[in-house]
């Protein structure tokens, strides 16, 4: 069992513990990506959560996904295949996998699977746009989920212009009451991922955010929109992409973020330091040199399709080979080498975790954050 497995195992057992041993890790991970830089060598793959592509299928056509349409189209992962990773998974100790798609609720097998890893030991959530979540929650809650993360993406007409299909909005509140009131958050943990683009990046949207989540006792993250990844796109005439004109709208926004954070601490999951650094992300983008530990990662595709992340570093196809012979092979380590270094699209997956492990992104955001919330 790894370091940070137990340290999982006393937070789990001992709550007050938690805040404690996170701190240790992330100052342990802040020395590891020192040395990394010096020597690489010393930076290997050592998977802690694997997100699983359980379906291409959807049953919205959000303007920045292109899942149900021409990535992956019509590709499910079998529950056989799926039983196999997880029994690999465990064998190897990874504590966590996310349920993603496409939309995960519409695969046939998603309460087993959720069942399966429970089986094994492995931890499941899921990350769903919750339209039909309460025709399956009872389901869901007895094969043993826990956690469900869902992408925020306005109120009312907002929402269903993102989604493109009418009335879904009426739908999705339809279905969140229904969870909750079946589930309270001591039975069933909510979170909103919010999608911090051109269209949202304003106080009112963000207002809207934070009352939607107080309304469902839910937290948030942060989500800056995606410039890299394979399934995403920057909708018509690139309307959710920052500009340099976006400065000011989104420094008021992080601002405005960092007020709630101080007020609202539990509500939002990022820190003050990784909140500042979402301006840089959103403006800079792939000039971020920031490295980043992919090496905790691994993802996988609705194909079968094995990378180390949710951009690149292929490892193999689960149709060809089982998920025991992809893990920590050379391949595998190269791959958690090269995502350091950066020899990628230099996403912004995981910035928060990144920024935090960085020793001199650290320190600089973590200066701007306390000069701005004095502020």
Same mark, same amino acid.
């Given at each position: 069992?790894?370091?940070?497995?137990?340290?999982?195992?006393?937070?789990?057992?001992?709550?007050?513990?938690?805040?404690?041993?996170?701190?240790?890790?992330?100052?342990?991970?802040?020395?590891?990506?020192?040395?990394?830089?010096?020597?690489?060598?010393?930076?290997?793959?050592?998977?802690?959560?694997?997100?699983?592509?359980?379906?291409?299928?959807?049953?919205?056509?959000?303007?920045?996904?292109?899942?149900?349409?021409?990535?992956?189209?019509?590709?499910?992962?079998?529950?056989?295949?799926?039983?196999?990773?997880?029994?690999?998974?465990?064998?190897?100790?990874?504590?966590?996998?996310?349920?993603?798609?496409?939309?995960?609720?519409?695969?046939?097998?998603?309460?087993?699977?959720?069942?399966?890893?429970?089986?094994?030991?492995?931890?499941?959530?899921?990350?769903?746009?919750?339209?039909?979540?309460?025709?399956?929650?009872?389901?869901?809650?007895?094969?043993?989920?826990?956690?469900?993360?869902?992408?925020?993406?306005? %109120?009312?007409?907002?929402?269903?212009?993102? !989604?493109?299909?009418?009335?879904?909005?009426?739908?999705?509140?339809?279905?969140?009451?229904?969870?909750?009131?079946?589930?309270?958050?001591?039975?069933?943990?909510? %979170?909103?991922?919010?999608?911090?683009?051109?269209?949202?990046?304003?106080?009112?949207?963000?207002?809207?955010?934070?009352?939607?989540?107080?309304?469902?006792?839910?937290?948030? /993250?942060?989500?800056? !929109?995606?410039?890299?990844?394979?399934?995403? %796109?920057?909708?018509?005439?690139?309307?959710? /992409?920052?500009?340099?004109?976006?400065?000011?709208?989104? *420094? *008021?926004?992080?601002?405005?973020?960092?007020?709630?954070?101080? *007020? /609202?601490? %539990?509500?939002?999951?990022?820190?003050?330091?990784?909140? !500042?650094?979402?301006?840089?992300?959103?403006?800079?983008?792939?000039?971020?040199?920031?490295?980043?530990?992919?090496?905790?990662?691994?993802?996988?595709?609705?194909?079968?399709? !094995?990378?180390? @992340?949710?951009?690149?570093?292929?490892?193999?196809?689960?149709?060809?080979?089982?998920?025991?012979?992809?893990?920590?092979?050379?391949?595998?380590?190269?791959?958690?080498?090269?995502?350091?270094?950066?020899? @990628?699209?230099? @996403?912004? @997956?995981?910035?928060?975790?990144?920024?935090?492990?960085?020793?001199?992104?650290?320190?600089?955001?973590?200066?701007?954050?306390?000069?701005?919330?004095?502020?």
């Amino acid at each position: 069992m790894t370091l940070a497995a137990v340290a999982r195992k006393i937070a789990h057992t001992v709550p007050a513990t938690a805040p404690l041993l996170k701190s240790g890790y992330r100052a342990s991970e802040r020395a590891l990506t020192t040395i990394g830089g010096v020597w690489p060598g010393v930076i290997h793959a050592n998977t802690e959560k694997i997100t699983i592509a359980i379906t291409a299928h959807c049953n919205l056509r959000c303007k920045g996904c292109n899942y149900g349409r021409d990535f992956m189209p019509g590709a499910q992962l079998p529950l056989a295949l799926y039983a196999d990773l997880i029994e690999d998974a465990a064998a190897a100790n990874v504590p966590a996998v996310r349920l993603y798609g496409g939309e995960p609720l519409l695969h046939p097998d998603v309460v087993r699977m959720v069942e399966i890893a429970g089986d094994h030991g492995v931890g499941a959530y899921m990350t769903t746009n919750a339209l039909i979540l309460d025709r399956k929650i009872d389901a869901l809650h007895g094969a043993g989920l826990r956690k469900i993360t869902m992408g925020y993406y306005g %109120q009312g007409a907002a929402f269903d212009a993102y !989604v493109q299909r009418p009335g879904r909005h009426a739908r999705l509140i339809e279905s969140l009451d229904a969870t909750r009131r079946a589930f309270g958050p001591d039975k069933l943990d909510f %979170q909103f991922n919010f999608l911090l683009s051109r269209q949202t990046a304003n106080v009112a949207a963000i207002e809207e955010m934070r009352v939607f989540a107080e309304r469902y006792d839910a937290a948030v /993250q942060i989500d800056v !929109v995606h410039y890299s990844l394979p399934y995403f %796109q920057d909708g018509p005439e690139t309307e959710l /992409q920052f500009r340099p004109q976006d400065a000011d709208d989104l *420094r *008021r926004s992080i601002d405005h973020l960092l007020a709630i954070k101080a *007020r /609202q601490p %539990q509500l939002l999951t990022a820190s003050p330091t990784a909140l !500042v650094s979402l301006e840089d992300w959103a403006l800079k983008q792939a000039e971020m040199k920031v490295p980043c530990d992919a090496r905790k990662l691994l993802w996988i595709g609705a194909d079968g399709s !094995v990378m180390l @992340c949710y951009v690149t570093f292929p490892l193999g196809n689960l149709h060809e080979k089982r998920l025991r012979d992809i893990l920590y092979t050379p391949d595998h380590h190269r791959a958690a080498r090269d995502a350091f270094a950066l020899n @990628c699209p230099n @996403c912004h @997956c995981e910035s928060a975790a990144r920024i935090e492990k960085h020793g001199p992104s650290n320190r600089k955001y973590s200066a701007m954050a306390k000069a701005r919330t004095k502020a």
